[in-house]
């Protein structure tokens, strides 16, 4: 991972080079993913599972997201997904960024985000996460315990405090509230402490569960933000200037944006009115990048099962709950296959089947139950809605490997990324090239595209 930019430099043959050796993707239209796929596959004979990421779709939840929440400003939750392409756009974007550790804060950072727009987001932090964020500059960290701030007053006397209260939703994906957040009745002592301690605590955050599926529940958390607001300046003399309404906004499936939004909107206006100060942010992580990216798997073996005249299928798949599929386990998440080229005869002929992944354990178990066409050995299933939570947490058990990610981009995302990215990318001839993704522009091509061959966070050159 070292120094990529050096890399690439403003070398022209650099990049050309790596365009000469085809790790890029150039869709003058809006990319179909699929033809995408199958075109990947056969031009570089692929054998290997793989994720098509589609940048067009992270601008767009982008666009969606200032038009229906335009006061709330994103700080992209890292730990999400932290493909050096993902935070690169969103950089360029504007949004500011959630880090969980110094190796996160440090990421961001070497694409040229000013730390004053990073929140350190983990209540528990390790002492020298906290040095390496007084080092680099990055104040704005939350805290929901009396160890934490004590803390902070040793290593990180400067911080700008956020207290981050317990309020979740009755139903998420995946609950945080056992974990973190401190309740309101006990938040009250909690910022007594920080007064005698002479901290300066800024405002309040919360985090309703990620893939919260109550929306109503953002209107009790910005209620209650709004007590301990009062009851800072109140009691305390703190004027606080931030509120945090955290993650748990929808990835492309579940609960929607529009209703959510709808609700912290009301609240905003009921607790927080225009004009009243306060700045608000969030920090969203699935909303941005499941939608974007798209797992290709093929399947290397197939076992067949008769029993009472009906005929089941088992599918070994080479990406399982060990690499990808790790989101099944952690993230409580429900994949959904779907087949490349389907033959319009199979649309009627489908069979109960379940999917596996490649490694000897019997736990590896993709779906349990599906119903697909006959499939061959050698032929490719795809997952869409696999960029939330899945690259950053797989390992390489048994000895397979992660898939790699090929970025695509239509002419029309990439011209409009052109602008925005002008601050964090170097320019070459009027082209912009990222540092740490390697994408670029090929002149030869049809259009504007991109290139990536990361193994993540790695530019291959
Ligand atoms: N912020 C914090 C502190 C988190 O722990 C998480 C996820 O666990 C997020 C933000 C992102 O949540 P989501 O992906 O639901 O938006």
């Keep these: ?29 809006t990319p179909d993913i699929k033809q995408l796929a199958t075109d990947l596959i056969h031009n570089y004979n692929l054998e290997e599972p793989f994720f098509v990421c589609d940048i067009g779709q992270i601008i767009k939840k982008h666009e969606a997201w200032n038009l229906y929440m335009p006061r709330v400003r994103p700080f992209y939750a890292v730990k999400c997904n932290d493909s050096p392409l993902v935070l690169e756009t969103l950089a360029g974007l504007g949004t500011g960024f959630d880090c969980a550790s110094k190796v996160e804060m440090r990421k961001v950072l070497e694409i040229g985000v000013s730390p004053t727009d990073i929140i350190y987001a983990n209540p528990a932090k390790p002492r020298s996460h906290i040095v390496a964020a007084a080092e680099q500059g990055v104040q704005t960290v939350t805290f929901d315990s009396h160890v934490e701030l004590l803390k902070m007053k040793r290593y990180l006397p400067g911080a ?62 910005i209620a209650e933000a709004r007590i301990l607001f009062d009851y800072a300046a109140r009691e305390l003399g703190y004027d606080f200037s931030l509120l945090d309404i955290g993650g748990g906004f929808p990835g492309n499936t579940g609960t929607s944006i529009v209703e959510i939004a709808g609700v912290v909107n009301n609240a905003l206006e009921d607790f927080f009115p225009q004009g009243c100060g306060v700045e608000v942010i969030a920090e969203p992580g699935r909303y941005y990048v499941a939608a974007a990216f798209t797992l290709v798997t093929q399947i290397h073996s197939i076992r067949e099962i008769k029993s009472d005249d009906i005929t089941r299928y088992m599918y070994y798949i080479n990406d399982g709950i060990y690499g990808s599929f790790n989101c099944i386990m952690y993230d409580h998440a429900i994949v959904r296959p779907e087949v490349i080229g389907i033959r319009q005869s199979d649309e009627v002929n489908l069979f109960e089947c379940s999917i596996w992944g490649p490694t000897c354990d019997g736990l590896d178990q993709v779906c349990s139950s599906e119903l697909l066409p006959k499939m061959e050995v050698g032929e490719w299933l795809v997952f869409p809605d696999m960029g939330a939570y899945t690259l950053v947490a797989g390992g390489t058990f048994n000895g397979f490997p992660l898939p790699k990610v090929h970025t695509v981009a239509s002419a029309i995302t990439w011209n409009s990324l052109k602008d925005v990215m002008k601050t964090l990318a170097f320019v070459v001839d009027d082209v912009p090239v990222f540092p740490n993704s390697g994408v670029g522009y090929n002149r030869d091509a049809v259009g504007w595209g991109c290139v990536e061959e990361a193994v993540i966070g790695r530019v291959v050159s």
Excluded: W
Excluded at 4 to 26: A, E, G, K, P, Q
Excluded at 203 to 214: L, R, T
């Design 160 to 221: 700008k405090l956020v207290v981050r209260i317990r309020c979740e939703a009755e139903r998420a994906q995946c609950p945080l509230g056992m974990k973190f957040g401190v309740n309101i009745e006990d938040a009250t002592e909690l910022l007594n402490a920080a007064k005698s301690l002479e901290m300066d605590v800024i405002g309040v955050s919360f985090h309703v569960g990620s893939g919260c599926m109550d929306p109503p529940v953002f209107y009790r958390a």
């Design 1 to 29: 991972e070292s120094n990529n930019s050096s890399m690439i430099s403003t070398n022209i043959s650099m990049m050309d080079l790596m365009f000469d050796n085809r790790r890029y993707r150039v869709t003058p239209e």
